[in-house]
Structure formats: structure tokens, C-alpha cells
């Protein structure tokens, strides 16, 4: 069974994960686990979960809830650990243990190895809606391990009939020289930077194209978190895949070049797949 985590602390900023974690169930035929961490006794809590839970299963989808007791974030790292995805909201406020004020979501963003999908916090849809995934982007930066979200990429767009588009950006000329574009640099520099990504491009939807769904492909230009944004803004973009590795999780230099930018612009939210060092694309956790 595909199992998918949400962690909630009462307020309706954090159920805004659930659209997600409700399409993810969708694409998936997966079970939502509503999953609360409590410092002390069983209170309002319980009913409050009981509420969300009846909703789901007057839609036919499958849930549980879980309450459990200890630190919020090294309760939700230890039970994502056996599910097949976490599904959490940023910058939840007011709720029970107040879940996402402090350091909680930043460290289960660190800490979790499952992959990972974060959504900002957007009160404009009922919580029981789920969200409408048309466009699926996947960043990749040229390694092989990165590659693991396009297959997730890829995947969904073939489960949910979305359009999906591998997404490369290469650095101009310019941006390697702080002082200034020396005049040794051979003309057609920037040309056949953008012909090696689209080159590279190509080969990664012809390894992960499927019968039903065959990627587009683009290549950017400039920064990253700069030209990701921009284009996903324009390109009406739901969802965008990356990868970063390490079991660790994801670090700030990562998650605040590209996927902090999204998530917290509110653009798109984002799908981290994990994967652990020496560990290649193919070899990251199989879908159910």
C-alpha cells in the first residue's frame, strides 16, 4: 500500500497539504495517515482529526489517524520513515502544539529521507478538494542521480494524464566571471552550452519516456532559482520534481537555491526525491 504521511497541528494553514497529499492518494490508490504529535494528554485533537478522516472516507479515499506523543519533528521523521511519502505544509500558524512556527518543518525538511512533498501554505481551497495536477516540471542538473525525479515526474504524469517537462538550466558565459567576460573566451561559448543541455535533455526523455507519456524538454537560461521560477509562473506549472542527496536530507544550500524559492513564492509546490549517496536514479524506492 502506498501509504502518504501528513502531519497537522490544528490549523487550517497546515491543511493545506491535504489537496496534495489527496491527489498524491489519487494517482497512487493510496492511504492518508493524519498524523498529529502531542506534547501531553489526548484532547480536542482527537475530534478534530476524526472530523477531517470522516470527510476523506465520504470521498472514498482511504485514512487513518495517528496521535502520538514526543518532539514533533522526530516523531514525524520516525513514522515517514515507513510510508511511501510525507506530505507537509510550511508556515502553518496557531493550532494545537503550533506544529510549523518554530524549527519543526525545517528540521523534518533536513531530516526526513522519504521523499517529500512541501506545499505553501494557500487557504483557497477546501482542504477535502484535491489539487489539479496539469503540468508537472522536473529539474534536472546533468548528474545521473538527479534523474530520479524525472522517473517520479514521469510516473505521475502517466497516473494522472498531466503533460511533464524536463527542465535544464545552463548558466550563461557571463555569470562565471564576477569582474568581468574576459576577451580570451572563444565566440559561440553560450550556443554550445545550450546545445549540450538540449542534448542532454533529449537523451533523459528518451530513457524515460513510456508508452502513454513523452516528456517535453527545455532548456533555461541564468540562474537557477531566478529562471525556474520565472518560467514555471509563466508556464502555469502544479508541481515541480527534484532531486537532492544524502540521507541527511535536504540542506539549505539546495533547498534555498531552487525548491525554498518555490515553495515559499508559492509558484509550485515541491516533490524532493531522495537519494542517498553512490545510489543511482533507477535504484531509488519503487512506487507501489
Given amino acids: 500500500?502506498?501509504?502518504?504521511?501528513?502531519?497537522?497541528?490544528?490549523?487550517?494553514?497546515?491543511?493545506?497539504?491535504?489537496?496534495?497529499?489527496?491527489?498524491?492518494a489519487h494517482a497512487y490508490d493510496g492511504n492518508v495517515t493524519l498524523l498529529h504529535v502531542r506534547a501531553h494528554t489526548r484532547g480536542a485533537e482527537t475530534t478534530y482529526l476524526s472530523g477531517l478522516l470522516g470527510k476523506l472516507l465520504q470521498l472514498r479515499f482511504r485514512g487513518t489517524i495517528e496521535e502520538r506523543e514526543g518532539d514533533p519533528a522526530a516523531v514525524i521523521v520516525e513514522r515517514a520513515a515507513?510510508?511511501?511519502?510525507?506530505?507537509?505544509?510550511?508556515?502553518?500558524?496557531?493550532?494545537?502544539?503550533?506544529?510549523?512556527?518554530?524549527?519543526?518543518?525545517?528540521?523534518?525538511?533536513?531530516?526526513?529521507?522519504?521523499?517529500?512533498?512541501?506545499?505553501?501554505?494557500?487557504?483557497?481551497?477546501?482542504?477535502?478538494?484535491?489539487?489539479?495536477?496539469?503540468?508537472?516540471?522536473?529539474?534536472?542538473?546533468?548528474?545521473?542521480?538527479?534523474?530520479?525525479?524525472?522517473?517520479?515526474?514521469?510516473?505521475?504524469a502517466t497516473r494522472l494524464a498531466a503533460k511533464v517537462t524536463f527542465v535544464h538550466v545552463a548558466p550563461w558565459t557571463a555569470q562565471w566571471f564576477a569582474f568581468g567576460i574576459p576577451s580570451v573566451i572563444p565566440p559561440g561559448v553560450d550556443e554550445a552550452i545550450e546545445r549540450a543541455s538540449d542534448e542532454y535533455l533529449a537523451g533523459a526523455v528518451e530513457r524515460y519516456a513510456t508508452g502513454g507519456v513523452t516528456p517535453e524538454y527545455l532548456t533555461l537560461r541564468g540562474f537557477t532559482a531566478d529562471a525556474v521560477e520565472d518560467w514555471a509562473h509563466s508556464a502555469q506549472v502544479d508541481l515541480v520534481c527534484m532531486t537532492t542527496h544524502g540521507r541527511s536530507g535536504m540542506r539549505r544550500a539546495a533547498l534555498g537555491s531552487v525548491a525554498?524559492?518555490?515553495?515559499?513564492?508559492?509558484?509550485?509546490?515541491?516533490?524532493?526525491?531522495?537519494?542517498?549517496?553512490g545510489e543511482s536514479a533507477g535504484e531509488t524506492q519503487q512506487s507501489d
Avoid at 8 to 23: K, M, R
Avoid at 132 to 149: D, F, K, N, T, W
Fill in 1 to 24: 500500500m502506498f501509504e502518504i504521511v501528513v502531519p497537522l497541528d490544528g490549523s487550517s494553514e497546515a491543511e493545506c497539504a491535504l489537496p496534495w497529499a489527496l491527489a498524491m
Fill in 260 to 277: 525554498d524559492r518555490m515553495v515559499r513564492s508559492g509558484v509550485a509546490p515541491v516533490l524532493v526525491e531522495r537519494v542517498r549517496h
Fill in 82 to 156: 515507513s510510508a511511501a511519502m510525507l506530505v507537509l505544509a510550511t508556515h502553518g500558524r496557531g493550532g494545537f502544539q503550533r506544529l510549523f512556527l518554530g524549527s519543526v518543518a525545517d528540521r523534518v525538511i533536513r531530516q526526513a529521507a522519504v521523499p517529500m512533498l512541501i506545499v505553501k501554505e494557500r487557504v483557497d481551497r477546501a482542504a477535502t478538494d484535491p489539487a489539479a495536477i496539469r503540468h508537472i516540471a522536473v529539474l534536472l542538473s546533468g548528474e545521473p542521480e538527479a534523474e530520479a525525479g524525472a522517473r517520479r515526474g514521469v510516473e505521475l
